[in-house]
């Protein structure tokens, strides 16, 4: 069977009226799927939470959260709570968008981003499998090994065990 998807683009330009319109009859009409993008305007979960409420039966996907925006703990965690809001129909979509944006507005270095990629997607899998997060990697060291932090486990239960991952 095929399964059909929308994707809203970025919210915020106003034409939201319009696409949670959208999201409503895709929703009415069986569609699998309504996605969100985010760049260095609205954010993608903000969008999706709202749809998420608004649209009872169809999932909600980022298209993409961007990595440089947040730390993949905070990914987790805002993965994690839109599951559970929406009643399991969360899609984690995650890009890392592009060196203007990630150094120009994140302030976040370019460097290697295939590494960071592989990195950030470990440890958001480690959080959501609410294990204690320990991570030795080229970008991310948790907890930092000068610091007082200690490893420390996703305090919520995503209402599903595996939250699909999309790059």
Known sequence: PVKLGLNLGYWGMGNDAD???????????GYSVVWAA???????????AWVAAQCPRIDVGS??????????????????????????????????????VSEGWHGVRWAK????????VDIVKLALARQRVRYDGQTYQLPLPDGPGKALQLTVHPVRE??????
Request: hydrophobic share 40%.
């Open 19 to 29: 696409n949670l319109a959208l999201a409503r009859e895709a929703d009415r009409l």
């Open 38 to 48: 985010e760049a260095y305007g609205s954010d993608s979960p903000t969008v999706l």
């Open 63 to 100: 298209a993409v959260m961007q990595i440089p925006a947040r730390t993949p703990a905070a990914t987790a965690m805002t993965a994690a709570t839109l599951d559970t809001l929406s009643g399991g129909r969360f899609r984690l979509g995650l890009g890392l968008s592009g060196p203007q």
């Open 113 to 120: 981003p295939l590494a960071r990629t592989r990195e950030y």
């Open 162 to 167: 595996h939250i699909p991952i999309y790059l």
